[in-house]
């Protein structure tokens, strides 16, 4: 049966999305003035097809697929033109990010090089400054006007319907699911799924149907020169990134704009917000740094005027990534908005991988990083979105640093123990939207560290954090973790069905798995500990809360009642050597019949606890899960028995030297326990989801393979470098660190093998990984580096 379908903007992304799905479903599209009045008209209209990941890469490539295909179907020009670009860099550090995303281009198919100063041709520009650029060929203009009449010409021959001058109200929600839309004259449209992609305006709707969306409309701006002869046709789009701004040819003029640092606020829903094809008054204050940097770089300008400033609303989230998706709390509810100023650049690909997800209800890669579902709703209260402005906007074109933390709108979320581990000497950073200590100062020279895109600085104190588990005992602050309770009939047969693992164990037993989706991809990485006969508890990474609760639910039958018990309990790591003569002498318990993978309640420093002996760091160890109000008193008593504390970098330093994956970077929902060496998992003997992908996996044999390298020329490893082999890539990295114990370089990577090959004949192989412009030769490894055995984690 054909769904019908709602999509709430007329936009670019509204359009593209509906000119992808209205040959397979009954699209109308609603907007609340003109197709285009709201933010489209005015963008720059810039195609970049290269970003800083594979699958934002792979997203953005799609449009100088799709745009002249589109010209040529519907017979309207979208002025789509390649101009070729180059990113400009003034500062050193730049150019290593630069090296990174080159590569990573180059992968793809594009044709992107690093050139020297000198080799940045463009007639009429001063070099001065500069260190170096990122040429790339396959940038472009498009003129957002023509390619939305152009979507929405291929949209309506394929059935959709446009809808002009109606204004949404509200969205109808009943029992968890979007039922369709009211709009201001009362009348209602019901449709089976709804699509939110009203660029700034879409937050309100949001608000008032309980959906989080962490978006902020801004003033936003650019100016046109008066027509300058003699320029390059076409004029190459140029990013000055460490001042900020852009330039990109117009029919013989310049168009200059930049992201601002501390963004003008604009509320989309005040007395301005109604109006279509809104422009705001000049701000010459605000735009000034950016029109002198233009200056400097094309000194022609100075004798040149100015046609046109233009001050339009233009929509950025907290954390400057896309909101894309189905809502994790609203079923049939779908979002594309905060397009962070790139949105008619993206509606190509944004619109084709939403339409799939909306016609086959998943989606049809791996969106994490664009994902709706990451959003904490803390991140979407209006005035953490406001704060958040005075950097979001600027970090598009910011220094990427290695492990940067923001600076506005912190302390969101905060462990009940974040003053004890202040006093303890953390400098925090934020791990999925949670402040953490990433490493503990004992010194004032510890305090603050500058960043690097080398060696790192804090590495000697995390060096120093995890020795102390060769004979003591270290503090992890694992609170964080996403904790779900599982209770009810229906509670064994959903874990049954999602699980990979035999979940029907004693009580008391943590097994590790993963839950998979239809294709065997690893939709969560995941302990579950069974409490009781109908009772388990789930506890998953921090970052995936909103995704973890929203899978379990849409899978879930009315004899299984989910909890989200995550702020109910502070969780302590006790890890290392002398964790189990720490907890003896704080417990009148049994520390030392205490198999490893089980759970127990138990009573330390006179509080109550439950204890599960896993360790994420590859030692003894233990995992207190411990009611709020103890906590405090709890942390205490290990902190006086000698237990230290180990931070979030220390942390990751152990888990990659164990080979111990995470979600996120490592697993994902298109890669397979068998892919990720994660088959020790599964129980071939039941029926889960996934089983049958993965039995043919099984069956065909593999043709790619996660593999642990250590690189002894010990480059800084991120994640996303190129694996070489006799001159050809064969496979990217997915995370790397630097062992904190071991003193080694580690990267997981996923590699291209041959038929039936084998893990052995994969480690004789020869490889490189590419870092920074660089191929540093990379030895394969059969086995993790720390305690291969795993003797220590299972004394």
Excluded at 211 to 236: F, I, N, R
Excluded at 258 to 273: I, M
Excluded at 398 to 416: I, M, T, Y
Excluded at 532 to 558: C, E, P, V, Y
Aim: hydrophobic share 40%; charged share 20%; glycine share 10%.
């Amino acid at each position: 049966m054909t769904k019908s379908v709602l999509i709430i903007g007329g936009g670019a992304i509204g359009l593209g999305l509906a000119y992808h799905l209205a040959d397979r479903a009954r699209v109308t599209v609603l907007d609340c003035n003109q197709l285009t009045s709201g933010t489209s008209w005015h963008a720059a209209g810039i195609v970049g097809p290269l970003r800083a990941t594979p699958n934002m890469t792979r997203l953005a490539m799609y449009a100088g697929e799709l745009f002249p295909k589109l010209e040529e179907e519907t017979g309207l020009s979208t002025g789509y033109r390649q101009t070729g670009g180059y990113w400009l860099a003034r500062d050193a550090a730049r150019m290593d990010e630069l090296h990174r995303i080159c590569a990573l281009g180059r992968h793809f198919g594009l044709t992107p090089s690093i050139v020297s100063p000198d080799g940045v041709d463009v007639p009429g520009l001063d070099p001065a400054g500069l260190v170096g650029a990122l040429r790339v060929e396959e940038d472009a203009n498009v003129n957002p006007v023509d390619l939305c009449m152009a979507y929405a010409k291929g949209a309506r021959a394929k059935g959709a319907e446009i809808r002009e001058g109606l204004r949404v109200e509200r969205l109808l929600v009943e029992q968890g699911r979007c039922k369709g839309v009211a709009l201001a004259d009362g009348t209602e449209i019901l449709a089976d799924q709804v699509a939110l992609c009203a660029g700034a305006w879409s937050k309100g709707l949001a608000d008032a149907a309980g959906v989080a969306l962490p978006l902020q409309a801004v003033e936003h701006m650019y100016v046109v020169t008066e027509s300058m002869p003699g320029l390059p046709a076409p004029y190459p789009v140029l990013r000055d990134l460490d001042r900020g701004f852009y330039v990109k040819g117009d029919a013989g003029k310049l168009v200059i704009g930049g992201f601002e640092p501390d963004a003008k606020v604009w509320n989309a829903f005040g007395p301005e917000g109604d109006r279509p094809f809104l422009e705001m008054p000049e701000d010459w204050d605000q735009f000034m740094p950016f029109m002198e940097g233009a200056l400097q770089l094309i000194p022609a300008l100075a004798d040149t005027g100015i046609q046109h400033f233009m001050n339009g609303p233009e929509s950025f989230t907290n954390d400057t990534r896309p909101l894309v998706g189905q809502v994790p709390n609203v079923d049939g509810l779908f979002v594309a908005a905060g397009m962070n100023s790139v949105g008619v650049m993206s509606s190509a690909g944004i619109g084709r991988v939403l339409a799939d997800w909306m016609h086959d209800e998943q989606p049809p890669m791996d969106l994490w990083e664009v994902d709706v579902a990451r959003v904490d709703p803390l991140t979407a209260a209006a005035d953490h979105v406001e704060t958040r402005m005075q950097e979001a906007v600027s970090d598009a074109f910011a220094l990427h640093w290695p492990f940067k933390q923001p600076k506005a709108g912190r302390g969101l979320r905060k462990s009940v123990l974040h003053d004890h581990w202040a006093a303890a000497g953390a400098q925090f950073g934020l791990t999925a939207g949670w402040e953490r200590g990433l490493w503990y100062a004992q010194c004032d020279a510890e305090r603050n560290l500058p960043y690097s895109t080398g060696d790192q600085p804090w590495y000697q104190v995390a060096q120093r954090e995890a020795a102390a588990m060769q004979t003591g005992c270290a503090l992890i602050d694992l609170t964080p973790f996403t904790k779900i309770d599982v209770t009810g009939p229906g509670a064994l047969p959903l874990l049954h069905h999602l699980a990979a693992a035999n979940v029907d164990v004693d009580l008391g037993r943590a097994v590790y798995t993963p839950l998979l989706n239809d294709r065997g991809g690893i939709e969560a990485d995941v302990t579950i500990t069974r409490l009781g006969a109908d009772q388990f508890r789930i506890t998953s990474g921090a970052a995936t809360r909103q995704k973890d609760m929203a899978w379990l639910r849409r899978h879930a039958g009315n004899q299984v009642s989910l909890k989200d018990v995550t702020e109910d309990e502070a969780v302590i790591g006790v890890m290392g050597a002398g964790a189990r003569a720490v907890l003896q002498g704080l417990s009148s318990d049994d520390w030392q019949n205490f198999p490893f993978s089980t759970a127990r309640n138990v009573t330390v420093a006179q509080r109550p606890a439950r204890a599960t002996r896993v360790s994420f760091v590859g030692e003894l160890g233990w995992e207190l899960n411990i009611a709020s109000r103890f906590a405090g008193p709890v942390f205490d008593a290990l902190k006086s028995a000698g237990a230290t504390p180990l931070g979030h970098f220390a942390l990751d330093g152990c888990r990659i030297e164990k080979g111990f994956k995470h979600w996120g970077h490592d697993l994902g929902p298109d890669i397979t326990p068998l892919e990720a060496g994660l088959g020790f998992t599964i129980d071939w003997s039941q029926d889960f989801k996934g089983k049958a992908a993965m039995t043919a996996q099984r069956e065909t044999g593999l043709t790619r393979r996660m593999v642990l390298f250590t690189l002894p020329s010990h480059p800084l490893v991120l994640h996303d470098e190129p694996i070489w082999e006799n001159g050809r890539v064969v496979g990217l990295t997915t995370s790397g660190a630097r062992g904190a114990r071991t003193n080694m370089t580690l990267a997981l990577g996923v590699i291209d093998i041959a038929p039936g090959e084998t893990l052995t004949a994969t480690t004789e192989r020869n490889f490189e990984i590419e870092i920074a412009g660089t191929r540093h030769a990379a030895t394969a490894l059969k086995r993790p580096p720390f305690d291969p055995s795993s003797e220590r984690m299972k004394a």
